[in-house]
């Protein structure tokens, strides 16, 4: 049978970065220095990354390329050194808050009313959007006071400190996992979750192999998976761009002011779905326009797979 | 119904919510492979399906280990639809 991918399914093809002993070395570190001690050794780390390590300034040469287009060869590579800074001080906050286990940090969120009234009125649950554009765990985890239980398209194994963090496995907990590595991608256990009221938080930004449609994004045509709205439509049921940018030293905002009600009635879904991947688009387009070095796609979404 | 009046309902169901073109109820065969090679559906065609069974069945599909046999085909669709819907 045909496996066709929804989200997160191929394997990436870059390496994984960090191991039990680096995590082991930056949870001492972050006991001992503090939060800004370790922040301050990312300089040297993400020099060391700058220097050595091509694949990861490959990936994220596209994304700088298309949002600072006027930049030239020593311009562009700052740009990247203060990218991975940026994913480092992102990356110590979410584990600060696995080694604390305590509200290390403010979250401001927009759009919760708005969120929590979708929610009383429809019997379906929604799709949350996440993207690789700030902390979307982080963002996740804003998400508790709503008592809502919430499935996340994601490989397994992939993501245990995620899984740690977001308390995912723990039967207190509220967040499961849809493993797209299965037949049909998992849709059977996503329509399952919105006809029961919950939310499925799918990624959107990027495709790993499903189905894509061209839409205008930094100045170009970049390739965005439609699945999440496809099956929005069909399930009749809204999506909710879910979007978390650090503020300041020990604030995040959360935005889900962003609701989507997509319709496709026909077969051509790349088509008919443009508009609201387009709008999906733009949302990204401002939030990188106000964030630059909040945007950790790392990868050519400009290209066709 | 009996189990032809399920499969044609089915193979009409099918073709609207699909949006199939060109096809007909009859161009379906009862034991063709719906995803793949056969029909060639998808992951995001076995969106409707699901749908398509809650909204005009009220049947619920469990998990993918019980889809992948009941989406094998229309028989293996009407036979599930049929043994949950007898009252």
């Keep these: 049978m045909d496996r066709q991918k ?10 994984k970065r960090g191991n039990r002993l680096g995590f082991w070395f930056f949870e001492m570190f972050i006991r001992i220095s503090g939060l800004y001690g370790a922040y301050g050794f990312l300089y040297i780390v993400s020099l060391y990354y700058i220097i050595f390590d091509k694949e990861a300034v490959y990936s994220a040469k596209p994304y700088i390329e298309k949002r600072f287009p006027q930049s030239g060869y020593f311009k562009k590579y700052l740009h990247i050194y ?8 992102q990356l110590i906050d979410r584990f600060s808050v696995i080694c604390s286990k305590k509200d290390v940090f403010d979250l401001k969120l927009n759009g ?4 929590k009234n979708i929610i009383q009125e429809s019997e379906k649950g929604l799709i949350l ?8 765990q982080i963002a996740l985890t804003a998400l508790n006071k709503l008592d809502k239980k919430v499935f996340l398209l994601m490989r397994e194994e992939d993501n245990q ?6 308390n995912v496995g723990n039967e207190k907990g509220d967040i499961n996992i849809i493993s797209p590595e299965q037949e049909f991608g998992g849709v059977i256990e996503i329509v399952n979750a919105l006809s029961k009221g919950h939310i499925v938080s799918i990624m959107g930004d990027r495709r790993y192999g499903s189905k894509a449609s061209k839409v205008n994004f930094l100045g170009d045509y970049a390739y965005f998976p439609y699945s999440a709205f496809a ?5 009749k049921c809204p999506v909710v761009v879910l979007l978390a940018a650090k503020n300041s030293a020990h604030e995040y905002v959360v935005d889900v002011t962003n609701v989507l009600y997509p319709q496709c009635s026909r077969r051509k879904k790349d088509i008919e779905l443009v508009p609201w991947l387009q709008q999906y688009a733009d949302i990204l387009e401002e939030f990188a326009n106000r964030y630059p070095y909040q945007c950790f796609l790392f990868h050519d979404i400009w290209k066709d797979e | 119904m009996n189990l032809d009046d399920i499969r ?11 949006s199939l073109e060109d096809i007909e109820p009859d161009d379906i065969g009862d034991d063709e492979i719906l995803f793949g090679e056969g029909l060639g559906l998808d992951s995001l065609d076995a969106v409707e399906i699901v749908v398509l069974l809650q909204r005009n069945f ?6 993918m280990n019980q889809g992948k046999e009941i989406f094998y085909s229309i028989n293996t669709l009407a036979k599930y639809v049929y043994e949950n819907t007898r009252t």
């Design chain 1, 231 to 235: 099956i929005a439509a069909s399930a």
């Design chain 2, 8 to 18: 044609k309902l089915l193979k009409e169901l099918l073709i609207e919510s699909l």
């Design chain 1, 6 to 15: 929804i989200n997160n399914i191929d394997k990436p093809a870059t390496r």
């Design chain 1, 161 to 166: 400190a995620v899984r740690d963090f977001l």
């Design chain 1, 112 to 115: 919760y009313e708005k969120l």
């Design chain 1, 129 to 136: 959007l996440t993207s690789h554009f700030g902390n979307w």
């Design chain 2, 58 to 63: 009220g049947l619920e599909v469990k998990d």
């Design chain 1, 82 to 89: 203060r990218l991975f800074i940026s994913q480092g001080r």
